[in-house]
């Protein structure tokens, strides 16, 4: 023989490769022929699914159309579960624990002669819907879609009977033509008749002309009342009306607590609106978005912000923008940066409390609290503190005047309290005691005082008794005595009592005395002296 080309070789791969793919094809074709044909062929006469897994792979016409009217956010398997487990409870289980190749038969809880078969196949589920037909002819497959809307009819009506809430159907003539359990005991406890022991069905609505407000593409939502004699009150309900073909489907609930929340709400606002009416404190109250919500007649007042300009509304920062061109904010060096300080927008992080005095142009000073509230809205609070500032100031100047009189008189003066408290003093006290001057209240008692007294001064027995007229609080007069300093000056100390039980104390610097007097006073008595020899 001789040797093959190197074309022929090429055609013997090529055909040899073709023949291969077509065994190959031949074999896939009749393989998925034989798998629907042995799962679930069209000749299969019994509801027939094949799942892998929730997918289902497979199923015979009648099996199709068992579960074609399912809710349809379901899966193929959760449809079928739906329309067979009120028979077949444990069947979801049976799918997830059966082993392979194992059959297993389910029969129906409700003794009927319908069964189930589930049998495991190369890793697939096939479930077989079994048994007689003698409901007049009927498939099995119509028997259990029948069984399942009617067990889905009956929990339906026990969710509409149940409900707390009232659903009624009314049709374009305003009867009422379907009504849940909840409505019909309203209208009985509006019913004249209270008594009749057998329930009849309501004549009249119980809320009449609902359906004329009703348009066809949309739905309407009020709240109404109604009086209810056996209650002796009313009642309110929040009610939302839906178009039903030629129908108006009605759904209510009752409402009578929110009612009552915003009556009392209502009642709140009026009382503070009332009180913030008679505050003399101007109250700005601003809300979560930043807009003015509530303000007072004081904060009109003292800003002359015009009331429509406070009616609209304004945000935060319009409020601040209008202050300062009234004049009535503190100039800053940066306006700008300074308005910051405040929640002025969503993107502000700031929920810091303000509290600054405002110089008004006009000489007012008003003393502005902001303060935040964890809802995030937030509150000005403007005072008018011009009276307090000009007495402050007042009392201070009369304080300086008063500590300026005290520093011109020649002589020095201390004032103590009916408890031995140091008041005040002047410079000369300073001066002749040596202390630092401080023109305002010392905190000094008199015991530290008399104590440096006599530190400056020869032994004499007169600072007891100034201490004696000091703490003595019934009638005094006046007191005086005399003292040398260690510098040989002679003063004159005179106490005397003002008012509050103050007592005023003045030392006034004589002359200062000769070396041999100051000696003669200083030495000890000769007799006294002879006597402890």
Known sequence: MESLGLL????????????TAVVAF???FYCTLGLNHRYAGLDNIVPTFLFDGNELRDATPDAQMLIKDVPPHMNERESMLHILSARFPTLNTVMDRIGRNEVQTLTATDDSAISLEVTEIDGLIQVKLIGTCTQDSLTISTIAAQDAMLDELTMLRNIADKSPHMVWQ???DGQLNWANQAYLDLCDLISDDQNKSVKSWPSDP?????????TADDHVSRRKSIDIPAKNGEA?????TFKNGSDALHFASNANKAVLAEQEKRKAVQMFGRIFAQLSTGLATFDANHRLTMFNPALIEMTNLSPEFLSSKPSMQMFLDSLREARLLPEPKDYVKWREQFPLNDSSTKRTAYCENWEIADGQTFKVTGQPARDGSYAFFFEDIT????????????????QGVLDALPDAIAVFSANGTLVTTNRAYADLWDVDHDTTVRVHDLRAEMMMWQSHCAAAPIWGELRDFIGNSGHRKLWTDRAILDDGRQFNCKAQPIAGGKTMISFSVLSRMSPRVQQKLSMPDPAI?????
């Not at 022929?8 to 023949?19: D, P, Q, R």
């Not at 309110?236 to 939302?240: L, P, Q, S, V």
């Not at 002296?529 to 020899?533: E, I």
């Open 236 to 240: 309110w309900f929040d009610i939302t």
């Open 387 to 402: 009276a307090e500032i000009s007495m402050t100031r007042r009392f201070r100047s009369d304080l300086e005047t008063g």
């Open 170 to 172: 009314q049709d374009s």
């Open 529 to 533: 002296y002879g006597l402890k020899g």
């Open 206 to 214: 119980a809320f009449p002309d609902l359906h004329h407000d009703m």
């Open 26 to 28: 031949g074999f896939w």
């Open 8 to 19: 022929e070789v090429a055609l013997i791969a090529t055909i040899s490769l073709g023949g």
